[in-house]
């Protein structure tokens, strides 16, 4: 464990937890910003705005990275912020209400499943 990385209460790093962990939350962690990512994409590429696809693949690198790295985990708030306003701007445009309502839904679920591994390592 480097000197940059918090232990947890059983003194493991983040990185270092235990590959049941990694199967029972991470897969769905990613699986959820995946879902998130693509809901929101699809609500703005359908109707021809890009500059929302762009911005919806940055929240979900930003999503990523909050999960990979330790020096970043407090970037999972911000991840959720951004799946929740690009998700509102779907629905005030009346674009694709399902695609918002599924980013948005997909957001909190990765912010949950973040801080729930967060307290189990």
Do not use: C, K
Request: neutral net charge; charged residues 10%.
């Amino acid at each position: 464990m480097t000197s940059t990385e918090e232990a947890g209460p059983d003194g493991m790093a983040a990185s270092e937890a235990p590959p049941a962990l990694n199967a029972v939350v991470v897969a769905p962690l990613y699986a959820a910003a995946v879902i998130a990512a693509v809901a929101l994409a699809l609500g703005y590429g359908l109707y021809g705005l890009w500059n929302g696809v762009v911005l919806t693949f940055l929240v979900l690198s930003v999503a990523v990275l909050a999960t990979v790295m330790s020096w970043a985990e407090r970037l999972a708030g911000l991840a959720f912020t951004g799946f929740v306003l690009l998700g509102a701007v779907i629905l005030m445009q009346s674009h694709g209400r399902v695609w918002g309502l599924l980013g948005i839904v997909g957001g909190l679920t990765t912010w949950d499943l973040h801080h729930f591994r967060r307290r189990l390592v």
